[in-house]
């Protein structure tokens, strides 16, 4: 049977409770130990379980090391320090406490490592960013552009860019007299220039009109950012990117497109999206190993480079094409491809 009430529990770990750290790479592995408080409100329980309020505190308070142990166990299978730890655990906690034949909502005030453990978070995370650098060393070289089976779809207007530049006489066909760009006559004999008299590429699809009230981004934290980056020309550079970011103030998600055609105005759009969407694509990066992807080399891309940067613990990891072998390549544009999927045009914002 069970008992609807209205009942908190605050709780605190008695002893330091360890745990396994990763920082989702198989490169480190190191025990740590934590301690945590926060607060648990009970609205239901089972009586065949706990007889009152008392016995559920009192149980509830018993095992509360284990409970939170063990779902830490279940964090440090991919990484208990990677995002929100407190959040996390709060979410564990929960589904351990239905178990249990509790219904609660729990909040986590406090989760702090103790000095060791702290100071082999700050090493880890030191020596992933030195790997990081290393391997982005760009070897300059002549090999041909090789295009990736899988290609993300952005979904920004504007995104159909196509730059040309067409032939145009170099010399006047009726005296031979050298043209400059920009003459509609030859100068010495007056006869009509063949072609056309362009200064710049002509662009198609392109944002040519300010956007007007785009969404704003600031005061958002960076979570997930892929970004193509145009080949600059005379009248601007380009990109098609997307950017995850969470609102730290009220704790939603969201994801940004930003379209921009060399020589026009960038187009901005926003969509609400939750977290489910970051942790998803932050599995893909971990699957696709692209926190320890070796490789140099810098491929002559048409077009620019494909670049993506996400952010454990307030330290930015920025790997692109232009520092990855080509069987590698894909693994960044699989990831774009992933974020881009959670896009739900029926939450867009404003």
């Known amino acids: 049977?069970?008992?609807?009430?209205?009942?908190?529990?605050?709780?605190?770990?008695?002893?330091?409770v360890r745990f396994r750290e990763t920082l989702g790479t198989d490169a480190f592995d190191a025990d740590m130990s934590a301690r945590t408080n926060g607060t648990i409100r009970v609205s239901a329980y089972d009586t065949e379980k706990y007889e009152n309020n008392e016995q559920l505190t009192e149980s509830v308070r018993a095992g509360i090391?284990?409970?939170?142990?063990?779902?830490?166990?279940?964090?440090?299978?991919?990484?208990?320090?990677?995002?929100?730890?407190?959040?996390?655990?709060?979410?564990?906690?929960?589904?351990?406490?239905?178990?249990?034949?509790?219904?609660?909502?729990?909040?986590?005030?406090?989760?702090?490592?103790?000095?060791?453990?702290?100071?082999?978070?700050?090493?880890?995370?030191?020596?992933?960013?030195?790997?990081?650098?290393?391997?982005?060393?760009?070897?300059?070289?002549?090999?041909?552009?090789?295009?990736?089976?899988?290609?993300?779809?952005?979904?920004?207007?504007?995104?159909?860019?196509?730059?040309?530049?067409?032939?145009r006489d170099k010399f006047c066909r009726e005296c031979g007299n050298k043209l400059e760009i920009g003459d509609k006559f030859c100068r010495s004999c007056g006869a009509k220039v063949k072609g056309p008299q362009m200064t710049t590429p002509f662009m198609m699809n392109a944002n040519a009109t300010p956007q007007k009230n785009p969404p704003s981004d600031?005061?958002?934290?960076?979570?997930?950012?892929?970004?193509?980056?145009?080949?600059?020309?005379?009248?601007?550079?380009?990109?098609?990117?997307?950017v995850l970011y969470l609102d730290e103030s009220n704790g939603q998600y969201q994801i940004h497109t930003y379209s921009k055609t060399p020589g026009c105005s960038e187009y901005h759009r926003a969509f609400m999206t939750d977290e489910n969407t970051y942790l998803s694509v932050m599995d893909k990066i971990r699957e696709n190993d692209l926190i320890n992807l070796e490789g140099s080399g810098f491929n002559g891309m048409c077009g620019g480079e494909y670049v993506v940067k996400f952010v454990i613990e307030d330290m930015v990891t920025r790997v692109s094409t232009a520092s990855v072998p080509y069987d590698a390549m894909s693994k960044l544009y699989e990831v774009g491809a992933l974020l881009n999927s959670f896009i739900d045009k029926e939450k867009e914002i404003g």
């Open 1 to 16: 049977m069970i008992e609807k009430i209205n009942h908190t529990i605050r709780f605190g770990t008695k002893e330091p």
């Open 218 to 242: 600031k005061g958002l934290k960076m979570l997930i950012d892929c970004c193509r980056k145009v080949l600059a020309t005379a009248v601007g550079d380009g990109h098609d990117e997307t």
């Open 65 to 167: 090391n284990e409970m939170i142990e063990g779902c830490l166990k279940k964090l440090s299978e991919k990484s208990v320090m990677r995002s929100n730890p407190r959040e996390r655990l709060a979410a564990e906690m929960v589904k351990a406490l239905t178990e249990a034949g509790i219904e609660a909502e729990v909040e986590i005030a406090g989760f702090t490592l103790d000095d060791e453990s702290q100071q082999l978070l700050n090493d880890m995370k030191k020596e992933i960013k030195k790997q990081l650098l290393n391997d982005m060393v760009v070897d300059r070289t002549d090999r041909p552009y090789i295009k990736p089976d899988c290609a993300p779809m952005m979904p920004s207007p504007g995104i159909g860019m196509m730059m040309y530049m067409q032939k």
